[in-house]
């Protein structure tokens, strides 16, 4: 297991090396200039000659040649240096940091109520099958597939602020202003996940340990515990990876939406800025979030079923 | 795992040609010749051959369609996407106001008769905007679509048919663009572009094609193997009619289902785009971006960020429904957990049992049948 994780990770650094050259190349070829707006916030006035715009392009870096530029920010990776923000003057790694903590709050409230909530639907739908509830949990998850997450964030603003008054309608003002942007993220993973859950419960309702376990007399809600629910959990996790892709983009437009001041919000801000090292650092760190979250769910295959090998039987 | 991946396509494809193409007089050009005795060109004449095997399945595929229509929430998302693409289609008439006329007068004016979706903060009638929006929203995201499966098909058929140096550098390359969240890589991808409808389509096309390549490539390794390919291979088919004429048409009954289920999802990247302010400008009514253009009367017309949001939720949701029942007709394993009402129905409006050929829900036997209806279409 360990073997083939670190391989994983061998692997995955070319992949990780090709990444960055993109986001680089992208980043900077984008329409715009930077040094240009650089120079306009520091004059504090609409027109920068061209003097300032030079003299902006050297104090950013922008006027040597594309390679040295992508060198010196790759050797800044390795070394833990992600360079200085265009628009705050402060280094990029300061900026994240202040950032990183709304994120966190949010994508862990998210993820904890995918679990209290999508794992029980999923269960209950199971041992409702053929009963009318597990239709209503039907169409609850398909609405709940199918509605946009930037819609869905204004049904509730309309609903629970400005009619009730009951939440905040956005920023960042203790536990209250978590639930509504908790809940857009979480919706749709909570829907895909329990009619995961049901599926895959349905199909291991049929095998011999099940009727095993029953006849020994263990209720209905025992056998789906101790039995059925890690026997079911494998295609469940193979769709944690999805999962966590579905929280890195839920971020960024739920972010945007309730004015929460994190990592999500940011990218934002930093591409109508043109911000180039924070956008840089920002979309490089989620494709290592996402690579490193698909080595984990592998590695869980191995831990929740012993009959998988992960290495080649050599 | 990847060493085993690459060792099944280690295949000298030079080797077989070239025992294929040789003066020994083995099975290979036996099949050939007689090929040549039944008249006309030997390559096209064998190739009808084995087309008209396919054919004799198309049966069991017009069944499964019929059968398509008989699921019930199947049949309910098939009638909303066409009703939905027959009011963009008739927009320019069915529309009662010029949906970007504004009218400064008449600004947030409630549900009427005049207005059957109220105005919105300049005037402009809501339902007339729907309307014409309908026509960009569904038509960017079909573009998208057919763009997203064009790319990844034919970059995953070279990939899988011609191996080597090709498939190293476009599979590495579907690696580098999965291992980013799609929106995010198109939020790089969009501020590269630029704002603007055809730079939006682009950006998804881009985005989206390598989860296509990937599959495709699998599916073309399998199918590359079959007999059928290789009775091609021997009577001298080239290596690009072969991965046209035979490997092609039989990819492409599942990649059309996946394609189709992938269209809500491609609903919703356009309009969140457009939503962030990467789509179309202001006055053009595109869903997303009148949402987007909603957000600042949140207080004062909540029902102007309602219909655009509601008509984006049931065009996904339509997708989603008739999405699950293809889905639910080529998986041979869901009909055993249909729940019991439909199930029940299904049985009894099914026609009676298969008259010819295997059960209709054998995935070969519908991808036989989808490369026999394919090939000869093309013909």
Redesign the interface.
Known sequence: MARYLARRLL?AI???L??SF??FL??T???GDPAEEYAQRRSGSQQATAQDIENAQVELGLDRPFFVQYGTWLKGIVTGDLGESFTKRSPVYDVMRDRLGPTLELTSASVLLILIVGLPLGVMAAMF??HWT??IF?VIA??G???????LA??L??QLA?ELKLLP?AGRQGLASLIMPSIVVALGPIAVLSRLLR?SL??VFTEDYIRTAKSKGLGSLGVVMRHGLRNASIPVVTYAGTVL??L??GV??TE?IFAWPGLGLL??EA?SQRDYPV?QAA?LM??VI??VGSFAVDALYGVLDPRIR?E?AA | MRSTAFSTRAYDWSQRRERAGGERPDKHSALRSGATAAGGDPVSTSEAVLRQAGDAFVPVRRRAFRRLLKDRTAAVGLIIVLLVVLAALLAPWLATHDPVETNFSDRFSPVSRKHPMGTDNLGRDVFSRILHGARLSLGMALSATIGITVLGVLLGLVAGMYGRFAETVIMRAVDVLLALPTLILALVVVGLLGQGLRNLIITIILVGWPRYARLVRGMSLKIREQDFVEAARAVGATRPRIMFRHVAPNLLGPIVVFSTLDLGSVLLSVSGLSFLGFGVGPPTPEWGAMLAEARPFLDRAPQLLFWPGAAITLMVLAFNLAGDGLRDLLDPRTVESTPGWERRLRKRRRPPAHPTGPAPADIEVLRTAARGVAGAGTS
């Open positions: 692997v070319p992949t990780l090709a990444l993109l986001i992208l980043v070829n984008a329409p099958h053929r597990d239709q039907r398909l609405l597939a199918s509605i946009p997450g930037f819609f204004y049904v603003i309309i400005t309608v599926a349905l199909e892709g579905a890195l983009e960024v437009v945007f990218t934002l591409i956008i979309v989620s494709g996402y690579l992960l080649p």
